[in-house]
């Protein structure tokens, strides 16, 4: 009995402290800065090194370059960039590399769809993803802040 | 006369108590059980395979999703290997950071073992306090390295990000608050009668047949062999704390429940000494080639991860991607004694025996 | 534009070398970059170029690495050497990967100078029981030369102090050698990238002896079987058995080589019941049967699977699945 009785004021006591569960999706849970969640993609900083593309394990991201329009400039940009997110495993390889910081991680995480194929992002929506960016980045490819 | 007939049943592989997609085909007389065997496979994702087309630095987030319940130290066991061929010097920092890091893990499986098997086993409260207590550990990691629990934290020759300010504090008062904590659950369930005639003399086994079926972690010591990496083969820089080894007597299940939390207590005293340690500053990443290619041979590192003795065979050729890779998982070998120990027990034990056993299907299966 | 794109489908292996080619066209450092990346798809006709790149490498290295490439004549042999050079060689690789990255080659260039010349002092004292051990270890099954290359090997060079496994190696091969069969053990070495530990090569028709022998003999005492994998090197299999005494804390690597046609390796499950699960594995994944084993069947994948994955060779039945 003395053990019932030792597990019941413990279950007694916990009665009388702070609830320690969220009231979600009532009110958005911050994430920390470090947050892995859907890259943002900034096409004018990607030179189209294929850094990416190379190292991701899952091979989700697809990407292609055209010469640069304006004919003084050397060097490529970015055409399209795809990126599939039924597999992109958010590891965060891809912007450990990248030497622009052109992609980079946000914290959103809220990415739940109704169809697979809004799973497929593409140029377009990764730019405008730009909320929540993350600014700890960690970059080993780039010197800080980005190359220009 | 009743007419008894053999039942087959079909503990199935969607069952809240197996643990992940594990099915257990039973045969049943009356409520004795005659024949079991484990049929595995469900989670099988073909890592090993994978694994030899991708380099290193690419196949560690696979190792996050082998054992997710403990994926740093599967993020150890491949980084050191890859570090033991190379012979790649971790600087301090890291080092440290990676004990912690893997000692809050442990502390985080067991906690989630803790809650799930008495919840197997009937009380439903522990469940919810031991993972508010891994929500805590969580919330520490995510902080460290952004994820919750595929953290890919680990990189050949150090780790990825340094800790972020404020958060050795906070692991520190974590580590504090976890203490008492712990004494709390002890009066809460260990005393429990109900609790101790469920567990006791259920599932026993003696060490000869433990070495036999090559069983590792809490599983070998709950029969009082004393026996962990952590003493015995000293990896990491934990040759520089204290602690002990909780060994148990006879075996059961009882011995087992006593072993992990026994290790969970031991878990904070590693960190207390390595929190008060830690280096102020330092590099968090070696001097590593930019690509990593490690030369021609093999290696067969193994470690201490919650479940047993995680292991990790790498043949390499030379080139970036390894020739095979193996890792030897400790749920896969532990899960072999399950047929041994219950047959000839009572159907009621067949949860509180498999789930003694602590295993993480996505290891099982690789 | 398309042809990148197929590059980016490839694996990361062959996008790197093609991927090294293409961008590249458009920048003037080509040549270095070619020459250096063939080795990695391991063509025997570099062979010329790779002695000629020496005199760039540290000394120390060099002479560990040619005694290899002339006790194995065959191609394949060479093959091998070339990507064990071609792994002691990071100074060939690294220029290739500068390139890969347009901007900040000079910092790059001083880390990697740092790397090299730490990794360079390594190879320098491992140089010639690396030599030995990946002939020993990681070769193919030609047992009487590479057994006197590993012999060789480990001595021939600036002699590393002798390891303290050497003696307990060379017992246990006398000791298998007494009680199992004259011929029980092909190849004796130690892995110096596993703190030397001791590496048997045991003929599989003297397996099930030899295992028996090396569990219950008091100075072997292995009863705990830790860790059974198999491998598929394209000439042969083999299946490698991790052993461990607990009393002593040695650790053992054992392996059996069997042919690629007809795989087989006498079980030892009689030995270490926790062999039982590991050689169904292997036989589900590789295709080695395991004579003698209680209960051969497929465990991982379902029971009406055709093929083995883990084998080089495997080709999907159903690329869709």
């Given amino acids: ?148 | 006369m009743i007419r008894t007939e053999e039942l087959l049943l079909n503990v199935g592989p969607q069952h809240p108590s197996t643990h992940g997609v594990l099915r257990v085909v039973v045969k049943l007389d009356g409520e004795i059980i005659t024949h079991v065997e484990p049929v595995i496979g469900y989670l099988h994702r073909g890592t090993e395979k994978l694994a030899e087309s991708l380099n290193y630095t690419q196949i560690i987030p696979y190792t996050d999703r082998m054992d997710y319940l403990s994926a740093m130290t599967n993020n150890y066991v491949l980084c050191y290997a890859v570090e033991k061929m190379m012979g790649i010097e971790v600087p301090e920092r890291a080092e440290f950071l990676r004990l912690i890091v893997m000692e809050l893990q442990r502390i985080a499986s067991h906690l989630v073992w803790w809650g799930t098997y008495l919840l197997d086993i009937g009380a439903l409260s522990p469940f919810l306090f031991a993972f508010n207590d891994r929500e805590r550990i969580l919330q520490l990691f995510n902080e460290l390295c952004g994820a919750r629990l595929t953290y890919n934290y680990m990189r050949v020759g150090g780790v990825k990000w340094d800790a972020p300010e404020g958060w050795i504090d906070k692991v520190k008062a974590f580590v504090k608050d976890m203490k008492s904590r712990l004494d709390e659950y002890h009066n809460l369930v260990s005393g429990n009668e109900i609790f101790l005639a469920r567990v006791k003399g259920i599932g026993a086994y003696d060490a000869e047949t433990a070495i036999q079926y090559g069983l590792s972690g809490a599983n070998l010591r709950c029969t009082g062999v004393k026996w962990d990496l952590r003493k015995n083969e000293p990896y990491c820089i934990y040759d520089r704390f204290d602690f002990d080894i909780p060994v148990g007597q006879n075996g059961d299940c009882y011995d087992r429940y006593y072993v992990r939390t026994e290790e969970i207590r031991q878990s904070l005293r590693i960190l207390e000494q390595a929190l008060e340690q830690f280096p102020p500053e330092g590099e968090t990443m070696g001097k590593v080639p930019r690509a990593i290619r490690p030369p021609a041979g093999e290696v067969y590192v193994r470690i201490e991860s919650p479940r047993g003795e995680i292991g990790c065979y790498i043949v390499s050729k030379g080139k970036a991607e390894p020739y095979r890779l193996k890792f030897r998982r400790p749920s896969f070998v532990n899960l072999q004694i399950l047929p041994k120990l219950l047959v000839g027990e009572s159907m009621t034990n067949l949860v509180t025996i498999l789930g003694g056993i602590d295993i993480v299907l996505g290891e099982v299966d690789c | 534009m398309s042809e990148e794109q197929k590059q980016n489908g490839a694996g990361p292996a062959e996008g790197e070398t093609k991927a090294e080619a293409a961008p590249e066209g458009a920048k003037a450092q080509v040549p270095p970059a070619k020459t250096e990346g063939a080795p990695q798809s391991g063509e025997a006709p570099q062979a010329p170029p790779q002695p000629a790149e020496a005199p760039q490498q540290p000394a120390a290295p060099q002479p560990g690495v040619e005694p290899k490439q002339t006790s194995g004549a065959a191609p394949q042999p060479a093959a091998e050497t070339q990507t064990a050079a071609g792994a002691s060689q990071p100074a060939a690789q690294q220029p290739a990967a500068a390139e890969k990255r347009p901007l900040t080659d000079e910092e790059k260039e001083a880390r990697r100078q740092a790397a090299l010349a730490a990794r360079a002092a390594k190879l320098a004292a491992q140089g010639g029981a690396a030599a030995g051990a990946a002939a020993g270890a990681a070769a193919g099954g030609r047992a009487a030369a590479r057994g006197a290359a590993a012999a060789g090997g480990e001595g021939s060079e600036e002699p590393p102090k002798p390891s303290p496994n050497q003696p307990k190696l060379d017992r246990a091969v006398q000791l298998l050698k007494e009680l199992v069969a004259e011929d029980a053990v092909e190849e004796a070495s130690l892995n110096p990238f596993n703190d030397d530990m001791p590496t048997l090569v045991i003929r599989g028709e003297h397996w099930p002896k030899a295992a028996e022998t090396l569990r219950d003999h008091p100075e072997f005492g292995f009863r705990y079987l830790r860790n059974v994998a198999g491998v598929d090197h394209e000439t042969h299999m083999e299946v490698v058995y991790h052993l461990l005494n607990m009393d002593s804390g040695d650790t053992y690597c054992v392996k059996v080589r069997t042919n690629r046609d007809n795989p087989s390796v006498p079980s030892v499950v009689s030995v270490w019941k926790t062999a039982d699960w590991q050689e169904r594995e292997i036989y589900d994944l590789l295709g080695i049967a395991f004579p003698g084993h209680p209960d051969l069947r497929r465990i991982m994948l379902p029971d009406d699977w055709v093929g083995h994955p883990l084998r080089k060779d495997y080709v999907p039945l159903d690329p869709e699945v």
């Fill in chain 1, 1 to 148: 009995m003395i053990g019932m009785m030792k597990g019941l004021g413990v279950t007694l006591k916990t009665l009388g402290t702070r609830k320690s569960t969220y009231k979600y999706p009532d009110e958005p849970i911050v994430m920390p800065d470090r947050f892995r969640g859907i890259q943002h993609f900034d096409p004018d900083k990607c030179i189209v090194c294929f850094q990416c593309a190379r190292i991701c394990p899952t091979q989700c991201i697809t990407m292609s370059g055209k010469p640069n329009p304006d004919p003084e400039k050397k060097g490529r940009v970015i055409d399209t960039y795809d990126i599939n997110f039924e597999i992109c495993i958010l590891c965060d390889l891809c912007t450990e590399v990248c030497p622009t910081e052109a992609i980079v991680m946000t914290n959103n995480f809220e990415l739940a769809a109704y169809s697979r194929d809004e799973l497929f992002k593409d140029r377009v929506w990764l730019q405008e993803n730009n909320t929540n960016v993350r600014k700890d980045n960690n970059n080993i490819g780039a010197p800080k802040g980005g190359a220009k």
